[in-house]
């Protein structure tokens, strides 16, 4: 079973900043197309980012102007950088590792914007 390891969740007021990342095994990492989606009480798990191979990348159109996302090959780490959070950012947010037919899911670290 493939693990991904994400980080850098917390608690953020509004208009801040944070960074999450996602660690996954060097064996897959290259090779994958990367993810960031998130869930909210009572809401579907949506896309927020997504990131190729080759760099090409993909937002939601909720974050596009605020979230980036990279990825960093050496370190088998891709970062999804937050910049003024809102309220309705809040929400449990999940690494996704895929590749046809393969998809791989972290624990999912939470995310709060609240004052």
């Known amino acids: 079973q493939v693990q991904l390891v994400e980080s850098g969740g917390g608690l953020v007021q509004p208009g801040g900043s944070l960074r999450v990342a996602c660690t996954a095994p060097?064996?897959?990492?290259?090779?994958?197309?990367m993810g960031w989606y998130r869930q909210a009480p009572g809401k579907q798990r949506e896309l927020v980012a997504e990131?190729?191979?080759?760099?090409?990348?993909n937002y939601a159109d909720s974050v596009k102007g605020r979230f980036t996302i990279s990825r960093d090959n050496a370190k088998n780490t891709v970062y999804l950088q937050m910049n003024n959070l809102k309220p309705e950012d809040t929400a449990v947010y999940y690494c996704?590792?895929?590749?046809?037919?393969?998809?791989?899911w972290g624990q999912g670290t939470q995310v709060t914007v609240s004052s």
């Open positions: 996704n590792a895929a590749r046809f037919p393969d998809n791989y």
């Open positions: 060097g064996s897959i990492f290259s090779l994958y197309r």
């Open positions: 990131i190729s191979t080759v760099g090409r990348t």
